[in-house]
């Protein structure tokens, strides 16, 4: 069984940053994609970026693109979604997936084990 644990989000101002972390116990391998999703007050859960296995290609939706990074620690099992500039539409739960089949698609269906969500609010 796998299990992930979300950490580090908060409340910040817009233009500032916060890294996000996501500890996983379980059999989680180098080549799980490990997704990062978030889902805002009244909204569907939203893919926002993926990092499709060890060594291979991040991709990440357009509105993000140049202020997040993700990143994986496969030694220490854990992923992290460094954002950076900040914006209120970045506002919501956070929470991280893998894909056991390593393809790491934009598709929240497609994922088979979830985290709990940690909040990131960022006010104007």
């Known amino acids: 069984q796998v299990q992930l644990v979300e950490s580090g989000g908060g409340l910040v101002q817009a233009g500032e940053s916060l890294r996000l972390s996501c500890a996983a116990s379980?059999?989680?391998?180098?080549?799980?994609?490990m997704g990062w999703f978030r889902q805002a007050p009244g909204k569907e859960r939203e893919f926002v970026a993926v990092?499709?296995?060890?060594?291979?290609?991040?991709y990440y939706r357009d509105s993000v693109k140049g202020r997040f990074t993700i990143s994986r620690d496969n030694a220490k099992n854990t992923v992290y979604l460094q954002m950076n500039s900040l914006k209120p539409e970045d506002t919501a739960v956070y929470y991280c997936?893998?894909?056991?089949?390593?393809?790491?698609?934009?598709?929240?269906?497609?994922?088979?084990?979830w985290g709990q969500g940690t909040q990131v609010t960022v006010s104007s």
């Open positions: 997936a893998a894909d056991p089949t390593g393809r790491g698609t934009t598709n929240p269906d497609k994922y088979d084990y």
């Open positions: 379980g059999r989680i391998v180098s080549s799980y994609a």
């Open positions: 990092s499709r296995w060890s060594g291979g290609s991040t």
